[in-house]
């Protein structure tokens, strides 16, 4: 959290709340509500926070803890990437397969006879029809279980 940026950078700068606030121009009060969680500094107060603790204004503001080593970091940022591309591929599975269905649905109203043509070209003792919508609903179901997939 912001707040405990605020505290951990003056602390680890030697800074006390009054140096830190005259170094910045505000009050000490401001700097202890800030630090408490009670207020939030304003956009030209960060800019100075963080000119002064020399990060950016992204590195102050970002929500995660501040890692002491990148190693860990990384991982973290790996591991929520590799679930993004897992949802994406999920989606466009699911997508592919719900269209296909549709595609599908509306081949068999408009011509009959191809879905005749289909059947007969099977050598499946399924249906072709049957092997089909069977195909499509498993792209659905596979691409929902990488949307929802939880590690």
Do not use: H
């Not at 397969?97 to 191809?114: D, K, N, R």
């Amino acid at each position: 959290m912001l707040s405990e940026k605020i505290y951990t950078l003056r602390r680890k700068s030697g800074l006390s709340q009054e140096q830190l606030a005259e170094k910045i121009g505000v009050s000490r009060q401001a700097i202890s509500k800030w630090e408490g969680g009670l207020s939030t500094p304003e956009l030209d107060k960060l800019k100075a926070l963080s000119e002064c603790f020399q990060v950016t204004i992204d590195e102050l503001t970002e929500n995660q803890a501040m890692s002491v080593s990148n190693d860990t970091g990384e991982e973290n940022e790996g591991s929520g990437s590799r679930r993004t591309d897992e949802s994406k591929m999920g989606l466009c599975l699911c997508s592919i397969g719900a269209i296909c269905l549709i595609l599908f649905g509306i081949l068999t109203v408009m011509f009959p006879s191809s879905v005749s043509q289909i059947n007969e070209s099977s050598m499946i003792t399924l249906n072709g029809t049957g092997v089909l919508i069977a195909l499509f609903v498993l792209f659905m179901i596979l691409g929902i279980v990488l949307i929802l997939k939880r590690k």
